[in-house]
């Protein structure tokens, strides 16, 4: 696809990315108004900042980075609701609903990174009603959702309601992370608004084609989700069998491993490296 489209890089990209939201109209069954796309969906976190504005915004931890930094490059503060690793991580959605009484956004990684914490839409969906009734934002990133319940999107939702954003990825189902490609679903509203704030050509001519080609084959991303959920139940099922690790449930294409002996996570990174092994280092969460 690239090849192909090698051409390309001598003119602009189309600055409103049609083809490739055309694409993903279909792909989701959503009105092409309610879509916009971005340089990996960790643009469009930054842009709804910078659109909202939020004084105050509630994000889990441990959670992406992201959401922190592009709510305090605004100006705003993070308000963080922890999850425990005595509790599996898990969280009531009654605790979240709480929490909520005193901010404007609230950040969702739905399975969440790095813990793998995933909600059901049913659960979201009481959320979603109670910050539209408090008119708080909602921003759900939903960028692991598609290796283990597709069928758990809000996209459908979100062009239907005023203050839900969802946040979706092609980084990490099609591993193209270097192609920097994502895009947010939300209300035409919310949506005009954060394009308003956006600079123009951040989606590159390449990233565009690939986007819109990847999306044509269904069959093709069935196969992907498949493989994928095969290996890392089989790698689950591996290191639950090794002394001093305890491995978490995963509900995506990561593990969250627990260490229970004395050796550090980043010595255990520099030791695996050494034999061509890489793992992420969740020390710096």
Known sequence: IVRANLKEIYHYPDPQCT????????YLAVDIENILA???????????????LPRRALIFAPTFFEYERAIKACGGKPKFLFLKESQGFSINIQK????????????????NNPT???FPKEKLLELVKITEERKI???VDESYLDFKHPRESLVREAQETRHLLVLRSF????AIAGLRLGYGVGGRRLIKKMAHFKEPWT????????????????????????????????????????????PYPPEANFILVRIETELSSSKLQEDLAKKGILIRDCSNF
């Open 116 to 118: 793998g914490t995933f």
């Open 171 to 174: 980084t990490k189902f099609f």
């Open 203 to 246: 989606v590159n001519c390449l990233a565009q084609a690939v986007g819109a080609c990847l999306l044509r084959n269904e069959q093709k991303i069935k196969k992907i989700r498949q493989a994928v959920n095969k290996e890392t139940e089989f790698l689950f099922s591996e290191l639950s069998q090794i002394g001093g690790l305890k």
């Open 38 to 52: 971005g340089n990996g969906s960790t643009e469009l976190m930054y842009l709804a900042a910078r659109a909202l």
């Open 19 to 26: 083809q490739l939201i055309k694409q993903i109209s279909q």
């Open 137 to 139: 934002t909602l921003i």
């Open 96 to 111: 979240i609903i709480e929490a909520t009484e005193d901010v404007e956004a609230v950040f969702v990684c739905n399975p």
